[in-house]
Structure formats: structure tokens, C-alpha cells
């Protein structure tokens, strides 16, 4: 009789239903759109192929990259006109990889080898003037830098200008060049939750009378690349992004806070906050919040900004803004 009586002990525990959370409760995903890890393709030097071929085939996917443009070299100087006229709105991202690629002599040097670049990406993408903006300090300059990491730090911060995570084992065909390789660094940002990136100069260009630097095989390496990190953002495992939103995103998160102002059966209200520069770090924060389990849909309401959203497991997964203004949940009709 005591056995049967710990055995319904025990059913009476695992059937026991699990209490849901409670209402209003909201997680700030890890990454935009919940997805499980983020992957950067970055593009160097403005090498021809990378509008000729790279772009056309980044923006049939639907994908996103950073280019790292240097105004005052040679082969951006012959097509200037693409860079800043008929691919500038191609919804790619441009970043700053110095006017000429030749290094610095001295501070002043420096700074319109740095600034004038940033010029130039804020007049050919126009946007808010004091966004931010990538940077990429070039390598292969012979030595050619003399300014302190110091002096450097000193006008990335002037200038708005972030710096990218260094070149070291990312580069393609030069660290990374089989596609096993390049496909592993996807799967690894997925494992681990994380941010994993690929640094390219050149893809393939067909009937051409030379090859851009560290070319990557179309057929072999680039496309099948590409499709890769297609099938992964559409699974929705994968966030393929620029790298100043995959900061901007990174950072807001990393001080995020959200207050729940009151929750009732009929509306959700909450305030997000970040300890970020607003005027800096202004990318939407996907939430997930737990709505009532009779709500189908919901009704997001963030000032003038309107969105409705299907709701899944009793969860409503939405954008919204870190700042003063609330956040209100509704079940829509």
C-alpha cells in the first residue's frame, strides 16, 4: 500500500501542469529576430568584382554585407560612379578602409586618410550625418603606420567609426579556402550562440583579363557560400548582417532592461531601456513577451511606430526601440 501510494505521489507530480509565466514577462531575444547566431561577410578594398558580381548576387538572396571602400585607390577612382551612384542604394552597408590603402605618415595624415573616406560613404549612403560607421584598418602598408593605437582610438571616436574584428585567420582564400572551411564558421556561430565572420577582397569574374586579389572560384566557394547562408537565415537560425547593426545590436542588448508598467488581460504596457547613446545606438530590439493564452494575434503600439504580430506559444515577438517611450501590447481583432 505504500508503494502504490509513492507511486501516485510521483504521477501526481509529473502530470502536474507547468504554471505559465506570467504575464507581461519579457525576454530581450539575443539576437534580431530570435535567431541563434549572426554571420558578417565583409568585403575589402573595392575591388571591381565585388560590384560586378558580389553585390548583384548578396542582393538576390536577399543578403547583407559591408564593404570596405578606399575612395582615393585606383580601381575605386576608374569606378567611383558605381560605388557612389548606381550601387549605393543596393542596400548593402559601405565602411571605411582609408582613402589610398598606402598606410599613414603621420597623425595629419591620419585624419584625412580616415576622415575624407568617411565623407565620402556619408555622401554616397546619405543617412543621420552622425551615424556610425565600420572601420578597417588596411593591411599590407609596408610598414607604413605611424601613429600610436592611442592616437588612432582617438579619432575612430571622433569620427564615429567603429572598428571591426581583426583580419587574423577570417580571411578568405588566404586563411579560409575550401568550402567545408567557410560553411564550419556558419555553423559555428549557431553553436555557440554567437557572431562568426568571413573577410573577402575578390570573387571570380568570368571572361575577364585578370582576377581581383584572393578571387574566390564562383561555382566552388562563392555561390554555394552564399545559398548556405541563405538556407540558414530562411530557417531562421541565422542573422546575416553588416557589422555596425550587428553592434549597434550587441550593445544595446548587453544594458537592456525592460520594465513591465502594467499587464492585464486586456493591454501589455512596457518600457524598454539601454544604457547606450541613443543618438548612436538606435536599432530596434526584438522582445518576446508573454501575452494572454487567448490572444491569437497582438496589436504593438511605440509612439507613431504600428505593427501587428501572430502570436506562437502564448509568446508575441516584436521590435521595439530602447527609450522613454512605452510600449503597449493590445489583442488584435
Known sequence: MKHLFALLVVLACVVRPVAAAPLGETRVA?????????????????????????????AQRGLIATFYICPGKGE?????????????????????HTMTHRGVSDLENAREEIFDCSKTIRMAQPGLENRLVSFAQPGGVGGNWHITDEELAQLLKEDRLI??????????????????????MVDKAIANKGMEYLIIHGVERLNATYQDM??????????????????????????????????????????ARVEVVSATPEAIRLKLTSAADPELYDLPLTLLTQVPADWKSAAIRQGETRATV?????LAKYDARPGATEIELTKAP
Open 30 to 58: 539575443n539576437w534580431k529576430d530570435d535567431r541563434t547566431g549572426v554571420f558578417l561577410l565583409m568585403f575589402d578594398d573595392g575591388w571591381p568584382s565585388q560590384w560586378q558580381v558580389a553585390i548583384p548576387e548578396l
Open 76 to 96: 575605386y577612382k576608374v569606378y567611383a560612379q558605381k560605388w557612389e551612384g548606381d550601387y549605393a542604394d543596393s542596400g548593402m552597408v559601405y565602411g571605411n
Open 163 to 184: 572598428n571591426r574584428p581583426p583580419f587574423q585567420g577570417h580571411g578568405a582564400m588566404y586563411h579560409v579556402k575550401t568550402l567545408p572551411d567557410m560553411t564550419a
Open 214 to 255: 584572393w578571387a574566390m572560384s564562383q561555382d566552388e566557394l562563392f555561390f554555394p557560400l552564399l545559398d548556405y547562408l541563405k538556407q540558414k537565415s530562411d530557417s531562421g537560425e541565422l542573422w546575416v548582417t553588416d557589422h555596425i547593426s550587428q553592434h549597434k545590436y550587441e550593445t544595446e542588448r548587453g544594458t
Open 310 to 314: 501572430t502570436v506562437k506559444d502564448g
